[in-house]
């Protein structure tokens, strides 16, 4: 007999989220947003003021910790007791597989106005496999990139983070059990579009601070009110991003709309047939 569709798309998640596991997701989030936005979000008064060109360098010595705290969090399984699914063999194959596309697509439009093939793999995928490993794939995919491309740098877990969160986005979308065809491709390729948009607008937030020999229309000015530095923020990512920001967010949407259903009907069958959550049941040894 056949399983109900909800049934089916319940087993094909690698790694139902817990509660532990939402909590740690939020508690590296709410970081994240503070180590990206404090340019924005730090008061006159505040201490990180004062450390206008050391503070993204703490923040990324600080980011790769709770990463790796958010990853053990989601991969640790039921051995801790908790009665919270983690990742099992399979799950951990089928991550290495889409990582290591993942880190194959991005070097071949690196440096090309911005062209991100990778982006619209990370979207499908995490729309398909959930948020819990959407997250971890953005990581670990950004993680392997930079060091098959030699990007390794301050800037590298921020990349991680960033892309955790698009592909957690991907996950949290709506109709994951009934929306199919051609609307549930307009809904990738519309996130798609607005995901690789924010991702260059975050990731501008984590290097503008210590850009020096930038105009004075356009740099930070430590301590200055958001009504001040917002607009110079704004300026910034006219002039130096959006030109590569664009054609990312294009790319994604062409390949979502064109390769978009092939690959969700494979990411899909590949997943139906591991039946990630199914019980191990053991029968009894053959006779002799």
Same mark, same amino acid.
């Given at each position: 007999m056949t399983? #109900? =569709? #909800? %049934?089916? %798309?319940?087993? =094909?998640?690698?790694?139902?989220?817990?509660?532990?596991?939402?909590?740690?997701?939020?508690?590296? !989030?709410?970081?994240?947003?503070?180590?990206?936005?404090? #340019?924005?979000?730090?008061? =006159?008064? !505040?201490?990180l003021v004062g450390h206008s060109t050391d503070a993204p360098w703490l923040f990324a010595l600080l980011l790769p910790l709770l990463l790796a705290v958010v990853v053990a969090q989601i991969s640790e399984g039921r051995s801790a007791g908790d009665g919270e699914p983690g990742l099992d063999a399979k799950a951990v194959a089928l991550l290495g597989v889409l990582a290591a596309a993942g880190a194959a697509l991005r070097p071949l439009g690196a440096g090309t106005a911005g062209l991100e093939p990778m982006f619209f793999l990370m979207v499908l995928s995490g729309r398909v496999l959930g948020p819990g490993f959407g997250f971890v794939l953005g990581s670990v995919s950004m993680f392997a990139s930079a060091l098959l491309t030699g990007g390794v740098g301050p800037w590298l877990p921020f990349q991680m983070l960033a892309m955790g969160w698009v592909c957690l986005g991907a996950g949290l979308l709506p109709g994951r059990a009934g929306l199919r065809g051609r609307r549930e491709l307009a809904l990738l390729a519309g996130y798609g579009a607005a995901a690789s948009l924010a991702y260059g607008t975050i990731m501008n937030l984590q290097g503008w601070p210590y850009i020096g020999g930038l105009s004075s229309s356009i740099a930070f000015h430590p301590g200055d009110p958001l009504s001040a530095n917002l607009p110079r923020f704004a300026a910034y990512c006219l002039t130096t991003s959006l030109g590569w920001d664009l054609p990312r967010a294009a790319l994604t949407v062409v390949l979502c709309l064109t390769l978009g259903t092939p690959l969700l009907r494979a990411l899909r069958r590949a997943t139906r047939r591991a039946a990630f959550g199914a019980p191990v049941a053991f029968g009894p040894p053959p006779g002799p």
């Open positions: 399983a #109900p =569709a #909800p %049934d089916r %798309d319940r087993l =094909a998640r690698p790694v139902p989220l817990g509660r532990r596991s939402v909590a740690t997701l939020l508690l590296i !989030s709410a970081i994240g947003v503070v180590a990206f936005g404090w #340019p924005l979000l730090a008061s =006159a008064k !505040s201490a």
